[in-house]
DNA sequence: TATAAGTGGATTGTATACAATTTAATTTAT
DNA sequence: ATAAATTAAATTGTATACAATCCACTTATA
């Protein structure tokens, strides 16, 4: 089995997290799987007594999510939920593939050397875990092989952005319920990229993730 | 002349404005044209003296500037702006490309007939204010032809994206000097993709797109 | 002198109080 | 009985007060 520091695959992009930064992903994954309903009111003081603090960090943390678009703020009326429906999750995959397309094909032109051995490494676990047929393990580790070519594109928007879409599509499209042969179809679809990554084929890499985005949007259906 | 409602054009892409977004817009200029330097400490009480309002307001505004990434807060520490580098800015750009070239493919597909004719009207606006060399008006209608082609890729994230990149290198990258023959040049680049949507052929405003924004970004050097 | 410990001022974080506005409930008028 | 007008309650917006934390400076100690 390979040896390697998995650190960077620690579920969470963030490093540090405060107590009001937890309340706001709670309140987030709240909206994003649709507990909290489209179009409906949030009133400030039920979220003070759910989290027991008072109205001002309350509704600083409102004013964050309603700045990533998750609510709608109405002056004097207060805060709606803009949920996710299946159209504009739609809307999500089609960003997140566009940019991932261009994030792929740049990061094979700027990935370091130490960057590179990275992937390589993750992507034997990848192997590993698909022999052992080990889905939760899986998961993680796809994480940490999509973590490793967002950094390597060395262009942090795109990082970030990358990062906040699969974080709203783990919430608001999470099938949990996967095809017989997951694992090995995706391992197949990452060798691709991967081999990319190897032979420095920008090209190559891009076409393989614009094939590896429409099987998942498919996947889904 | 050609006529039609040019209300679409106002500069601002927001309907209504709060005395709190105004404000917050003012400081996001502040931070984007470089007037408050990267790294440099946000005190929350100048800010109160400079715009005549408390502290609570204040910091809810901090929290979406926050949010929106211009800004990094560190816990009890205060708030430090995270300014445009020439790195990033080139950062934007590639972001900006990368969904720009996306959004026209998508909008050629599911442009309406109305829209198209809002398309066509305008482009011959850019035409009219070419041969009289108003770059003003010029400048104000390029946002106008964006804004038609924006929407009509009917996905709301993608058209909000779009416009806060826009924003962000108005504020960040404009030269406010235009080469010589800068009007004509415009137009024949628009002409490309308009053409494009014209004879609803996706890859080729996908390819005028991509030649539109690397042009632009060589013509900032 | 150099380092450590302590002290005061400044700044941020949170709670609370009050004003402005909206929402609902009740009354009044037709 | 229905619609308009009025009032009361609830909710949001803003200011202020206080607590917690940080930062620079002074003082104490080796």
Redesign the interface.
Known sequence: MPMMNLDFLSNDYQEKK?KAQKIEEEIKIEILSGRLRTGQRIVEQDLCDKYGISR?PI???L???????LIETI?NRGAFVKGFTEQ?ID??Y??K???E??CIR?AIERITDDELDMLQQTFEFMEFYTMSDDLEKMLRINNGFDTIIYRACH????E??LHRYNFYLKYAASSSRYPANYLTTVLEEHRAIFHAFMTRNPEAGAEAAEIHMLKTMIRRK
């Not at 004013?63 to 678009?69: D, N, T, W």
């Not at 262009?155 to 795109?158: A, Q, T």
């Open positions: 405060t001002t509704r600083e943390i004013r964050r999510i309603e700045s990533e678009g002056p504009n809307d999500f089609v960003m593939s566009a940019l397309v261009q740049w262009n942090r928007e795109m970030k952005t």
